[in-house]
C-alpha cells in the first residue's frame, strides 16, 4: 500500500472533461431566396420581351393595314382590344369593315369578327382568323354578295411595305349572290387554299413571285358547265417581270411585267373530276393590250366526258339563228332557238346535231393530239393555245380571260 494520504489521491485524481455546448451554425439563407430571385428576374424578362414582341407586332400590323390604305383599301373596327400575355399577341377586332375605293366598281366588306396574332419569338409572323358572314355591298348599300365558311385563316409574313409570304386557306366556303340578277350560289368548295411568296429578289428590286393553289370539292356551275361537278384541282404559277411589289394596284404590276417582257410560268396546273383528269404546263405573256398569250402542252383522260360540256353545240345552233333570221333570248341561252329550229323541221333533229357534232369533234380531237397515260388512264396530249386572251383547244374556243390591265 502506498503512502499517499487519501486526500492527495484525490487531488491528484484527474478531474473528468466538461462538455462543451455545441455552437449553433448560422443557417444560410440565399439558398431560400435564390430561386425566388430568379423566378422574378425571369418574369421581369419574360415581361420585357413580351412588351417587345407586342410592339413590333401591333407594329406590323399597322404597317400592312397603312400599306392597304396605299392602295385605297381602308379598315376600320367597330371596338378593338388586345391581349395574348404571356406567350403571344393576340389583336381582336370586332365589327370589322373595309372600303375598297379605287376597285371598279367600288365596294365595301363588312366582318363579324376579325383577330390576328402573333408569337413572342416570331412577332413578324402575322395568323389571322376571320369569322363568317362576310358580306360585299355597293358603297352604302345592301349587302350584295355573302360569303361564309366554317374556318378561314390569313397567314401574313414579312416587315411592311415588304410582304415576303402570304398564305390564305378557307375550310367549306361559299359565296352567294343575294340581290340583282342572277341570285343564288357562286361558288362552294370543301376546301381553297392559296399560297404567295418571294423565290427570288426582293420586294424592291425584282420579286419573282411563286403563286400556288389547291381546291377539292369546288362548283361553280354559274361560271361554265366544266364546273358544274366537284372539281379538285392544283395550280403552281411563278411570276416574273415585276420592278418591284410597292403598293400598287395589280393591273399596274402587270404593265410592269409586259414591259419588262416578262410573264407567267405554269409548272402544275392539274384538275380533276369525277368523270376526267386534265393535267398541263406551259408559259403565257402579256401583250401591249393587257391580254394574255402562250402555249400549253395538256393531257386529257376523260376527252369524251369533257367535249359536249363546251358548247360547240351552242355555236351552230347561233349559226343557225342567222341563217334563220332568229336571236335567241338570254333566258333561252345561245344558240337555243337555232337548235328549236331544227326540230320544228323535224322532231330529235338537234338532238341528232349536238350528238353528229360532238361524236365528230372528239374524233378529230383525238386524231389532233397524241395518245398517253394519266395515272393509268388513257388520255389524249393537245396544245392548248392562248391568243389575245381567248383560249383555243385547236380551232376550238373555249373562252376569254378578262384583260389583266
Not at 487531488?11 to 440565399?30: C, D, E, G, N
Not at 362576310?134 to 411595305?161: D, H
Request: with cysteine; net charge positive; glycine share 12%.
Amino acid at each position: 500500500m502506498s503512502g499517499d494520504s487519501p486526500l492527495s489521491m484525490m487531488r491528484s485524481a484527474p478531474r473528468p472533461a466538461r462538455k462543451r455546448a455545441p455552437v449553433p451554425r448560422r443557417r444560410r439563407l440565399w439558398p431560400v431566396f435564390a430561386p425566388i430571385a430568379l423566378v422574378l428576374v425571369l418574369a421581369i424578362g419574360w415581361s420585357w420581351l413580351w412588351y417587345y414582341a407586342a410592339a413590333i407586332a401591333d407594329r406590323t400590323l399597322s404597317g400592312w393595314i397603312e400599306r392597304e390604305a396605299a392602295l385605297g383599301r381602308v379598315y376600320a373596327c367597330g371596338t378593338q382590344s388586345i391581349g395574348g400575355f404571356p406567350f403571344g399577341f393576340v389583336s381582336r377586332c370586332t365589327g370589322a369593315a373595309a372600303t375598297f375605293s379605287n376597285n371598279q366598281p367600288p365596294f365595301d366588306v363588312h366582318a363579324s369578327d376579325v383577330t390576328f396574332s402573333a408569337q413572342v419569338f416570331r412577332p413578324t409572323l402575322l395568323n389571322g382568323e376571320i369569322t363568317s358572314p362576310v358580306t360585299l355591298s355597293n358603297p352604302g348599300g345592301a349587302p350584295v354578295f355573302v360569303a361564309k365558311w366554317t374556318r378561314a385563316q390569313l397567314s401574313l409574313l414579312g416587315l411592311p411595305p415588304e410582304p415576303e409570304r402570304i398564305t390564305v386557306s378557307l375550310q367549306q366556303p361559299r359565296l352567294d349572290r343575294v340581290a340583282g340578277p342572277g341570285s343564288g350560289m357562286i361558288f362552294q368548295a370543301e376546301t381553297a387554299k392559296v399560297d404567295g411568296r418571294i423565290i427570288e429578289g426582293t420586294a424592291r428590286n425584282n420579286p419573282v413571285i411563286e403563286a400556288t393553289g389547291h381546291f377539292e370539292g369546288a362548283i361553280a356551275p354559274t361560271f361554265h358547265p366544266l364546273l358544274a361537278e366537284p372539281l379538285q384541282g392544283d395550280i403552281d404559277a411563278v411570276m416574273r417581270g415585276f420592278k418591284d411589289f410597292a403598293p400598287k394596284p395589280w393591273p399596274v404590276l402587270f404593265r410592269d411585267m409586259q414591259a419588262a417582257g416578262g410573264g407567267i410560268d405554269i409548272k402544275l396546273l392539274r384538275l380533276e373530276r369525277p368523270d376526267a383528269v386534265i393535267v398541263g404546263t406551259g408559259r403565257l405573256t402579256i401583250n401591249a393590250h393587257g391580254k394574255l398569250d402562250g402555249i400549253m402542252s395538256v393531257a386529257v383522260a376523260g376527252i369524251d366526258n369533257i367535249v359536249p360540256l363546251l358548247g360547240i353545240d351552242q355555236l351552230i345552233g347561233q349559226g343557225i339563228n342567222k341563217l334563220t333570221g332568229g336571236s335567241g333570248s338570254p333566258s333561252q341561252g345561245l344558240g337555243t332557238q337555232g337548235l328549236g329550229a331544227l326540230d320544228r323541221l323535224m322532231p330529235g333533229l338537234s338532238g341528232v346535231v349536238r350528238a353528229g357534232t360532238n361524236a365528230s369533234l372528239i374524233d378529230n380531237i383525238k386524231k389532233m393530239g397524241q395518245p398517253i397515260e394519266i395515272e393509268g388512264k388513257p388520255a389524249t396530249a393537245l396544245p392548248l393555245r392562248v391568243d389575245d386572251g381567248v383560249i383555243y383547244l385547236g380551232l376550238i374556243p373555249l373562252g376569254v380571260v378578262p384583260p389583266l390591265f
